[in-house]
């Protein structure tokens, strides 16, 4: 009854089919430029020169990069075990308000212990919210997708809810947390470097983005070094197969699922101990859901998830560049760019696979 | 009589709330009985708002932006059902795109065209839809209780909230007693039956994500040209994904989907009306708690905890014809 999947040689399966598809989303937002009258080809230069063109630029490209790999990571992982999980924002969002318990209640313990025990409150509770839908779907039947996508509004609702009437800084209508002790935040870069003697302009770029690279190295030899990960690539494949195999579905699901969410904490890390150093609403602030493309471009595998979370970060500090120094280019196109690339790398894979294995096979005749 | 007034207040605006969640709940019955999964209903809304508000700006009339909001939804639900009929994509990735790029593009859209951080100008005079006076409303005003009701919740509504209940007539008769609607629901149960009929899959299926289309234009022209007076960046604040839930606590069913619809914008207005005050032996309900109530149902009930959930058995599947 399926269709056959269209053959592609292993080089272009990997590099070309994200290469394509990325190239048809920029020159889609190339054509929303042209329409809103502005140039193409300044507001690119603009673009690069703001997100790469000092260390500065860099050093903001790099933070969002972190935030990027992150919920990439997190989609990736519950995408190997055959999952769609969309309820990244939810998750670093009860991450965030774990990590902010943590450091709040735990302030009287010395740095060295506090800011490993408030990542690990993160990284709990973004599996712990992550795991529930999993659970569901494992042992109830109940879609995680629709499952994710109401705890994504739960939690929102949560944390409103939370920073007003709870959590909120007292005498304050601002809907936050008190500061962070000043040892209960993480090393930003330009401190972290200095000892070396590498001067860094301040920004938001802090010891969160080490952590993403270990979550990087850590996701890879996971799924693909790892007896774990082979049964998570093995349900995703063919559940049945699997479960015939004596690999339990279930399990599978709600591990893969916690694991996804554990990651997905890893934005409120780098947001909330990172650069805010407390907590505020919508510090999610979308990127949960750009994961989903930087997971679709870099095909699920951690090198391609750091490269496109690169793209991303490139993106968003040039797009910040850019609408400041042209007003009617509102920053919001990275998620224009975002939503393109989803559906051309994810849901018009197959038309793109069709492009490129006609393009290939003229290439060979000609 | 002040009770009176109280509950006609909250049942007026349970109605005024719940159009946008009908709308967009049609929509996606229609879809998802076609068996196209749609969680795209929010980015749809948001298009057709803002696309009908900057339509109405630029024109002066409400009906201009109308035709605007439908059709720029439209165009949105015919490159879903590109990527997931043609295509045969995967209808989740696709409803996402089609979130995400909603929400980016009316925001870059409206900030270039009119330079107010993505809102559009605000609307006045005939760019809007006036509230209108049903008829015998003023006359039967002083009968008790029922004339007031009617005057007060009935009456007095824009023109977008009867064509929102007469789509639920319409939805109900069309999918029930017509061909083309048996066909419609069959397809979404067991497309290759309907195949085998001699009856194209996917032109059913472009019907139906067409017909979804204009109900979530409709949804989002009355929350930026009826409702409000104005476009607002991601003014649709999740009513998509509430329409969603409220089809799926429906069962994929009609009338009860404009229960549930009601049901939800009357937690709303009574969210609104609680907002700062205290109940007898309860304390101070916090608003957020019934906001949330929607979708903590819904994953109760999808659950199985609570009756049970029965999708359409062909939803999300794409269609492959047997070679």
């Given amino acids: 009854m399926s269709a056959a999947p269209i053959e592609l040689p292993r080089w272009a399966d990997i590099g070309l089919v994200p290469l394509v598809s990325v190239t048809a989303a920029l020159l889609v937002a190339g054509l929303v430029v042209i329409g809103i009258g502005e140039s193409p080809l300044e507001a690119t230069a603009l673009l690069l020169q703001g997100a790469l063109g000092s260390v500065e630029g860099i050093s903001f490209t790099l933070y969002y990069a972190t935030n990027f790999i992150f919920t990439g990571l997190a989609v990736a992982v519950a995408f190997h075990a055959g999952l769609f999980n969309i309820g990244g924002e939810g998750q670093a969002t009860v991450a965030g308000i774990f990590a902010a318990l943590a450091c709040l209640w735990l302030a009287p313990l010395p740095g060295v212990l506090l800011v490993p025990l408030a990542i690990l409150a993160a990284a709990a509770g973004g599996a712990l919210y992550a795991f529930i839908p999993g659970w569901l779907q494992a042992t109830r039947g109940s879609h995680v997708v629709i499952t994710t996508i109401m705890f994504n509004f739960i939690a929102a609702n949560l944390i409103v809810y939370l920073l007003n009437y709870q959590m909120g800084k007292p005498g304050s209508m601002q809907p936050e947390t008190p500061d962070f002790a000043r040892h209960a935040v993480l090393t930003p870069m330009h401190v972290l470097l200095a000892p070396l003697g590498v001067r860094l302009p301040n920004t938001p770029l802090n010891s969160a983005f080490l952590l993403a690279l270990a979550a990087l190295v850590a996701v890879w030899a996971l799924i693909y070094r790892s007896r774990l990960g082979y049964e998570i690539r093995t349900i995703g494949a063919n559940p049945r197969a699997g479960a015939y195999a004596g690999i339990s579905p279930a399990r599978i699901t709600m591990v893969a699922m916690a694991i996804s969410g554990a990651l997905a904490g890893g934005l409120a890390v780098n947001e909330v101990m990172g650069v805010q150093h407390r907590l505020t609403l919508d510090f999610t602030a979308g990127y949960g859901f750009v994961g989903i493309a930087v997971a679709l471009m870099g095909r699920g595998h951690p090198l391609g998830i750091g490269l496109a979370a690169v793209l991303f970060g490139v993106l968003s500090q040039g797009g910040a560049e850019l609408s400041f120094s042209k007003p009617t280019i509102s920053r919001d196109m990275v998620m224009v760019i975002g939503g393109v690339i989803i559906l051309f790398a994810g849901a018009l894979e197959g038309l793109f696979r069709r492009l490129i294995a006609t393009g290939l096979s003229l290439g060979r005749r000609g | ?323």
């Fill in chain 2, 1 to 323: 009589m002040e009770w009176l007034q109280t509950v006609a207040v909250i049942l007026d605006s349970a109605i005024r709330l719940s159009i946008p969640l009908l709308c967009a709940a049609m929509a996606g019955l229609w879809s998802e009985r076609s068996g196209v999964v749609d969680i795209g209903l929010e980015g749809k809304m948001l298009v057709a708002a803002f696309a009908s508000a900057a339509a109405a700006y630029a024109t002066g009339s409400a009906w201009v932006g109308l035709g605007a909001g439908i059709l720029a939804s439209i165009v949105f639900a015919l490159v879903h059902g590109f990527a997931a009929i043609t295509w045969r994509g995967n209808q989740i990735v696709s409803g996402v795109a089609i979130n995400m790029l909603a929400a980016g593009l009316t925001v870059v859209l409206g900030n270039a065209w009119f330079g107010q951080g993505g809102r559009t100008p605000p609307l006045e005079g005939a760019a809007r839809f006036p509230d209108l006076t049903l008829p015998l409303a003023t006359t039967l005003r002083d009968v008790p209780v029922l004339g007031y009701l009617y005057y007060e919740v009935v009456s007095g509504h824009a023109v977008l909230v009867y064509i929102a209940v007469l789509a639920v007539f319409v939805t109900a008769y069309v999918l029930r007693r017509t061909r083309f609607g048996l066909r419609l629901r069959a397809v979404g149960e067991n497309p290759a039956a309907v195949d085998t009929a001699g009856i194209s899959v996917a032109r059913l299926r472009y019907g139906a994500v067409i017909i979804c289309g204009a109900l979530c234009g409709l949804g989002g022209t009355y929350l930026a040209v009826s409702q409000s007076a104005g476009f607002l960046p991601q003014m649709t604040a999740g009513k998509g994904f509430i329409a969603l839930a409220a089809v799926i606590f429906a069962n994929w069913r009609p009338w009860p989907t404009l229960g549930a619809c009601l049901l939800f914008g009357l937690l709303d207005a009574i969210a609104t009306r609680l907002q700062g005050v205290s109940l007898p032996g309860i304390g101070e309900v916090p608003v957020q708690a019934i906001q949330a109530l929607p979708y903590v149902l819904t994953v109760i009930l999808l659950a199985g905890f609570i009756g049970k959930a029965i999708p359409p058995k062909a939803s999300g599947l794409p269609y492959v014809k047997e070679r």
